[in-house]
């Protein structure tokens, strides 16, 4: 059975010393995404998108413990902003 997870992945410059990617995941319809812990992460803004894939998979490794098999992106037109959906194929 395939699972996914979906979500954003967003550029940070709130802390203006330290700009950085934030990762929130979907819940259940109505429900907030839920933000992940910040992710030391010297990626810069400008990366490729095979980087960003990268990345949310070593994100959501750490969260869940399990690196997904394949991740698919569409970049926002307002920033740098990445909404995915990470798939894995799991036990029936």
Not at 7 to 33: E, I, S
Not at 66 to 72: A, F, K, N, Y
Request: glycine content about 8%; overall charge negative.
């Amino acid at each position: 059975m395939e699972h996914h997870i979906s979500g954003r992945l967003r550029w940070d410059t709130t802390k203006a010393a330290q700009p950085g990617w934030l990762l929130f995941l979907d819940g259940q319809p109505g429900d907030a995404p839920r933000m992940l812990p910040e992710y030391d992460t010297s990626l810069p803004r400008e990366a490729s998108h095979a980087e960003v894939a990268r990345l949310i998979e070593e994100m959501l490794d750490r969260e869940t413990g399990h690196r997904p098999q394949h991740v698919q992106l569409t970049q926002s037109e307002d920033g740098p902003v990445y909404y995915f959906v990470a798939t894995d194929e799991g036990p029936a």
